[in-house]
């Protein structure tokens, strides 16, 4: 008689987390389904791409399974045991008075998993604070500081998924809110990870504690990001696709408006359902291109459609929506720069230092 064996803890610990990332991943696509719009979430800390690398590519995450380990600490489904020790620095320069940044450290830990612990913030700079009657009362601050709490477990040599948890505190003079997030990502690799694809819920949560005892919109979304190398090209290929949990990205904007009326005749044209489906897909979409030269020297370029149309301005064309980037690696140390313009005033420059202790 044939006696059945029963399942290692190794591979029941696998079905069960496998399970329960697909229970979560439903659970976060029906919270806040219309969240994740300009003007409409509160945490902006969220709003900023991490690191020179995601923001150089025009992205918040990517799914791209090597040693860096800014980039595994946006996507924790590339929490991998090759990360073994590495921690990261950003630092952003925003507008005036203002920056933003982010630390973070990862230890991959034999049969456990990988492990990483990161700490975001933006700080708006300093105001000055007046009573009714227009007497200086003196200077405030404002910030946002997010933790993060993060771990990845391999399922498979295919397979592998990951956990942010992120405490986020709002701080705006005396008043404070706080908020409780999570990211849940899956991410698939084929065998000589020249393919890698990531489908991410990212800050689905609440405020738990408010201003005003208002509750208000946390920035939910879920996304999908996959990148691809050709076997002897020196580059290799990012997409992103966007606000899935929206459809419609879409509005009225009074300098560009989508119908036109004859000043002669006074007859309208409206905008053509499939010129106005093609622009709405392309508003979910993001493209970016990455060239190593001798694994020494890298350059990055990114394209988000979605921002250049928003930031049209009076021109037809600008380079809102553009990112660049570029940097050096070494053995253990990588130096990377960034500028993203996400308007006609003003870009961001990002700085990121990544170290591998091994």
């Not at 005036?96 to 913030?121: C, D, I, K, M």
């Not at 705006?172 to 706080?178: H, S």
């Amino acid at each position: 008689m044939r006696v059945g064996r029963h399942p290692s803890p190794a591979r029941l610990l696998h079905h069960w987390c496998a399970s329960f990332s697909i229970a979560l991943l439903v659970l976060a696509g029906h919270t806040n389904l219309r969240a994740q719009v300009a003007g409409l979430n509160v945490l902006s800390v969220f709003d900023l791409s991490p690191t020179a690398r995601t923001a150089a590519l025009g992205m918040d995450y990517l799914s791209l399974p090597d040693t860096d380990a800014a980039v595994a600490l946006g996507n924790p489904s590339l929490l991998l045991p090759g990360l073994g020790q590495a921690a990261t620095l950003n630092f952003i320069t925003l507008f005036e008075g203002s920056n933003a940044g982010s630390l973070g450290y990862v230890h991959s830990l034999p049969r456990v998993g990988t492990l990483a612990v990161g700490l975001q913030f933006i700080n708006y700079g300093r105001f000055r604070e007046y009573d009714e009657e227009e007497n200086y009362l003196g200077d405030f601050g404002a910030s946002d500081y997010a933790l993060t709490l993060a771990y990845g477990l391999p399922l498979s040599d295919h397979l592998s998924i990951g956990l942010n948890l992120k405490p986020v505190l709002s701080q705006y003079e005396e008043y404070k809110a706080v908020a409780l997030l999570f990211d849940l990502s899956a991410s698939y690799f084929n065998s000589s990870r020249s393919f890698a694809a990531t489908l991410m819920a990212r800050n689905a949560g609440a405020q738990i504690a408010t201003f005003d005892q208002t509750v208000e919109r946390v920035p939910f979304e879920l996304s999908a990001a996959l990148s691809y190398k050709l076997r002897n090209a020196p580059f290799r290929i990012f997409f992103a696709a966007t606000e899935l949990q929206r459809w419609n990205l879409n509005y009225t904007d009074p300098l560009h408006p989508t119908s036109t009326t004859d000043p002669f005749t006074g007859e309208t044209t409206e905008q053509s359902s499939t010129a106005a489906f093609f622009d709405n897909l392309m508003r979910h979409t993001i493209f970016g291109l990455e060239l190593n030269i001798r694994r020494a020297f890298f350059a990055r370029l990114g394209y988000s459609y979605r921002q250049n149309a928003e930031m049209l301005g009076f021109d037809s064309f600008n380079l809102s929506g553009f990112s660049f980037g570029a940097g050096v690696r070494t053995k253990h140390l990588d130096i990377a720069y960034s500028r993203r313009n996400y308007h006609l005033s003003q870009a961001l420059n990002y700085f990121t230092l990544n170290y591998r202790f091994q």
